[in-house]
């Protein structure tokens, strides 16, 4: 059964203070790792797909990585708009073409 | 375009009673899915569709839910009897393509609670 875990599952950061958010997967054959931004009130928001161990996405100060059983969201000096829940989801060849499996989130509160 | 629409955004309802949730996808978009959100277990996805047609409700809870989709731009997520379980937020996705790496837009959801 695919699992995907999240941690930590808050943190707190200084503006400008950068770190990394955590997810681990166990899924039969990953076709792809998703994250995902949601705000309080708010449906996701897409942010990235990785595909393969290896690969690296860059967006504004977000970086997400990918390694066969994690996947990093760096947060490289965040500011307070960077505060948000994140949602690390995956697709595996059994969960079929089009199902997310997602974990339960990380919640981010940077303050100014 | 003005995204995924859900209405209500918040619904109170007593225990035994139904419930409508609507959403209104993306235009053009062929895949519709209806996802339960709780604090416990996160988001999980209960049905979608392709092209108006249910391709996997497996993750439906119980008979006591069902999703239609009458035409390309509306579908109804209905649960009859209600039951304080049910209490979460539920959201419509829509996406324009099949397969890995296609974007889901979300709606804003409707959050129920059950009393």
């Known amino acids: 059964e695919d699992q995907v875990t999240q941690s930590p599952e808050a943190l707190r950061l200084q503006e400008g203070e950068s770190s990394s958010l955590n997810c681990s997967y166990t899924v039969s054959g990953l076709r792809g790792l998703f994250w995902y931004r949601q705000d309080p009130g708010k449906g996701p928001e897409f942010l990235f797909t990785l595909y393969s161990a290896g690969e690296e996405k860059e967006k504004e100060r977000l970086k997400a990585t990918l390694t066969k059983k994690e996947s990093f969201l760096h947060i490289t000096a965040p500011k307070p708009e960077d505060s948000a829940t994140y949602l690390c989801a995956v697709q595996g060849e059994e969960t079929g073409a089009n199902n997310l499996f997602f974990g339960t989130g990380t919640r981010l509160t940077v303050i100014p | 375009d003005a995204g995924v629409i859900q209405s209500p955004r918040h619904e109170v309802t007593e225990m035994g009673q139904e419930v409508t949730l609507r959403c209104k996808p993306i235009s053009g978009h062929d895949y519709l899915f209806w996802y339960r959100q709780t604090m416990m277990r996160g988001l999980e996805l209960l049905i979608y569709?392709?092209?108006?047609?249910?391709?996997?409700d497996s993750g439906m809870p119980e008979d006591r839910f069902s999703a239609k989709m009458p035409n390309a731009s509306f579908s109804t997520l209905k649960i009859q009897p209600s039951e304080p379980r049910d209490s979460a937020v539920y959201f419509c996705?829509?996406?324009?393509?099949?397969?890995?790496?296609?974007?889901?837009?979300f709606g804003p959801g409707t959050r129920l609670t059950v009393l």
């Open positions: 569709f392709n092209n108006n047609v249910p391709i996997d």
């Open positions: 996705a829509s996406s324009p393509l099949a397969g890995v790496g296609n974007e889901q837009f």
